[in-house]
C-alpha cells in the first residue's frame, strides 16, 4: 500500500500526548522536524524541554484538563490536524484474578478513556478541514488474533479498545474527512518496555508519524505495524 503523504507539514497543527520520553516523544520529534506546530502534551511541562515544541500540560485522565488543552490549541492556532494518542502505562502484570482493581482502572483509565475523551474533545477542530488524522498508539497485544494469555489484562484489554475506538472513528467520522489509524510500535527499549527490548523508541515511532502525514483521502479503520497492515 502507497498512500499519498505529506511531505511537509508546514502550516499544520498535531498535539501529541505522553510525549516526556521514548516513543511520544520521537513522534513529537518527528513532526515537528517536518514543519508541523507540534502541542507536546505531559502531565508536568517543566518535563518538556525541546524549544521547537510547544508544551501543553495534559494528564489523559483529567477531563476538564483535556478540554482546557483543547481550548488552548484553538485560541492559539484555530486549527488541529493531528491527534497522535501516546499516552499509556503498562498497568499489572499479573493475571487477572490476581490483578488489583485499582490497577486495573488506573490502566483502562489512562489508556482507553482518556483516548476517547480526547478523540471527543478534538473532533471538532478535526473536522473542521478534510483530512485530518487521528492515530492511536497501540500494541499487538490488544490483538484479538494473537494469543492474550501471559498476564497483563487490562494493558491487553485497553489497547483492544483502542484499535475498537480507530475503527469507531473512521466509520463514524471518515465520510466527513477524518482518517483514523492504529499502529503497533512493537517491542520498544522504554521504561514500559524494558532494556531488553530489540526495537529503538525512533524505530518505534516511524510509523506514527508516517501515519500522521496521510494525505486526504489516504487509507483509514486499519491497524498496522512497520507501515504494513495487520490483523486486529
Not at 1 to 25: E, K
Request: avoid cysteine; aromatic fraction near 6%; glycine fraction near 14%.
Amino acid at each position: 500500500m502507497d498512500p499519498d503523504l505529506y511531505d511537509d507539514l508546514a502550516g499544520q497543527v498535531a498535539l501529541v500526548t505522553g510525549a516526556t520520553l521514548g516513543i511520544g516523544r520521537e513522534i513529537a520529534s518527528g513532526l515537528a522536524d517536518r514543519g508541523a506546530t507540534v502541542y507536546a502534551g505531559a502531565r508536568d511541562r517543566s518535563d518538556l524541554a525541546a524549544e521547537e515544541w510547544r508544551p501543553i500540560e495534559l494528564d489523559v485522565t483529567d477531563q476538564e484538563g483535556i478540554e482546557a488543552a483543547i481550548d488552548r490549541i484553538r485560541e492559539e492556532t484555530g486549527r488541529l490536524d493531528v491527534l497522535v494518542n501516546n499516552a499509556g502505562i503498562g498497568g499489572p502484570s499479573d493475571s487477572l484474578d490476581e490483578a488489583s482493581v485499582e490497577s486495573i482502572d488506573a490502566t483502562l483509565e489512562t489508556n482507553l478513556r482518556g483516548s476517547v475523551l480526547l478523540a471527543r474533545a478534538a473532533l471538532p477542530l478535526l473536522l473542521e478541514r478534510e483530512g485530518g488524522r487521528v492515530v492511536n498508539v497501540s500494541s499487538g497485544m490488544g490483538a484479538l488474533t494473537e494469543a492474550m494469555g501471559g498476564g497483563s489484562p487490562a494493558y491487553r484489554i485497553s489497547k483492544a479498545g483502542l484499535n475498537g475506538l480507530t475503527v469507531y472513528l473512521q466509520g463514524e467520522y471518515g465520510d466527513r474527512g477524518l482518517v483514523a489509524n492504529a499502529a503497533s510500535p512493537g517491542w520498544v527499549s522504554t521504561d514500559m518496555g524494558g532494556t531488553e527490548a530489540p526495537r529503538s523508541p525512533a524505530e518505534g515511532a516511524d510509523t506514527p508519524i508516517w501515519l500522521a502525514r496521510f494525505a486526504p483521502g489516504s487509507p483509514g479503520g486499519r491497524f498496522w505495524r512497520d507501515r504494513e497492515v495487520i490483523d486486529w
